[in-house]
Structures are given as structure tokens and as C-alpha cells.
Nanobody, 120 residues
Framework: QVQLVESGGGLVQAGGSLRLSCAASGRTFWKYAMGWFRQAPGKEREFVARVNWSSLTTSYADSVEGRFTISRDNAKDTVYLQMNSLRAGNTAVYYC?????????????WGQGARVTVSS
């Protein structure tokens, strides 16, 4: 069992930056790939970024490539999402998730979400 708690959300002006953190409980954090997803008002949840267990492999949605960076610290059981050059369209609730399977498989655990609001 893994519990995930996001933090770092808030209100930021367009062009600004935020860093989201996701702290995991349990002793097996390092076994999971970690992902960030987001859900904007009135829209479906969408993939943002993923990092494998060793941090050797990352992937991003096209819309955030080059502006967002996912990273993890297995010693701290934490995954991060650094978001730069934020746009109003990035306003959403951001969720972290843990994945025990391969790319494309379902995520096993989800956090409660962190709200990010970007003002234009």
C-alpha cells in the first residue's frame, strides 16, 4: 500500500513557476514509476509526465515538454514536478500517481490532488 500526498499548489501569474511535491508513505516507493496527471475544469484527466523507478527514463505530454520537469528522490520517497513558464491553460488539479507495471498500464495509487491556478 502506498499513500501519496501532493503539496506546492497555489496561485501564480502567467509566466511564473511552481514546484509540486508528492510525498509517498511506505517502504516500497522506489519500486514504482511515478506520474503526474492533471484535470482542468470541465475536462478529462490527462497525462503530464512520468519518471521510472531509477529516474533514467522520463516522458512528457507534448504540451509541457521543455517547460515542466519531473524528478524523484527515492531517499526521500518524493517525486517533484517543476513547472516553468506557466500559462493560464495549465490551471488544473494536479495528481501524482504510482505505477507498478509497465508504461501504458494502469496506475495503482493516486494522491488527492493539488490545485494550481495560473492567472493571465
Amino acid at each position: 500500500q502506498v499513500q501519496l500526498v501532493e503539496s506546492g499548489g497555489g496561485l501564480v501569474q502567467a509566466g511564473g513557476s511552481l514546484r509540486l511535491s508528492c510525498a509517498a508513505s511506505g517502504r516500497t516507493f522506489w519500486k514504482y514509476a511515478m506520474g503526474w496527471f492533471r484535470q482542468a475544469p470541465g475536462k478529462e484527466r490527462e497525462f503530464v509526465a512520468r519518471v521510472n523507478w531509477s529516474s533514467l527514463t522520463t516522458s512528457y505530454a507534448d504540451s509541457v515538454e521543455g517547460r515542466f520537469t519531473i524528478s524523484r528522490d527515492n531517499a526521500k520517497d518524493t517525486v517533484y514536478l517543476q513547472m516553468n513558464s506557466l500559462r493560464a491553460g495549465n490551471t488544473a488539479v494536479y495528481y501524482c500517481a504510482a505505477q507498478s507495471g509497465a508504461v501504458g498500464e494502469a496506475y495503482d495509487y493516486w494522491g488527492q490532488g493539488a490545485r494550481v491556478t495560473v492567472s493571465s
